[in-house]
């Protein structure tokens, strides 16, 4: 059973960092896929970094290239998103899923949230201007 827990949101002034963290349980990270998503308030949910550790493929949103990144703990099964020069724009729900890894149709240019089956609860991150 995959079981998904996204934390570290919070309020940051433009500019600022915060990094959050996804604790997943029943997942491998060899075997599955792994995402960053976000929505915001009146908005489609997207894709924000995605990756299959198995064969390389990564998916990286143009809005947030350069400044944030993904890491991974395998002792603790946790991925982080280190998001750094925080934006208003930023500002949504972040949620973190996963999928076995073959199933999502994920490239360098494309995700698609509903190819991903299990979801974490989602972290706010609100950033001020």
């Known amino acids: 059973d995959v079981q998904l827990q996204a934390s570290g949101g919070g309020l940051v002034q433009t500019g600022g960092s915060l990094r959050l963290a996804c604790s997943a349980s029943g997942v491998s990270f060899d075997d599955y896929a792994i995402g960053w998503f976000r929505q915001a308030p009146g908005k489609e949910r997207e894709g924000v970094y995605c990756?299959?550790?198995?064969?390389?493929?990564?998916f990286v949103a143009e809005s947030v290239k350069g400044r944030f990144t993904v890491s991974v703990d395998d002792t603790k099964s946790t991925v982080y998103l280190q998001m750094n020069s925080l934006k208003p724009e930023d500002t949504a729900i972040y949620y973190c899923?996963?999928?076995?890894?073959?199933?999502?149709?994920?490239?360098?240019?494309?995700?698609?949230?509903?190819?991903?089956?299990?979801w974490g609860q989602g972290t706010q991150v609100t950033v001020s201007s």
């Open positions: 899923a996963a999928e076995p890894w073959f199933r999502p149709a994920l490239n360098s240019a494309f995700v698609r949230w509903r190819d991903f089956g299990s």
């Open positions: 990756f299959v550790r198995r064969d390389g493929r990564t």
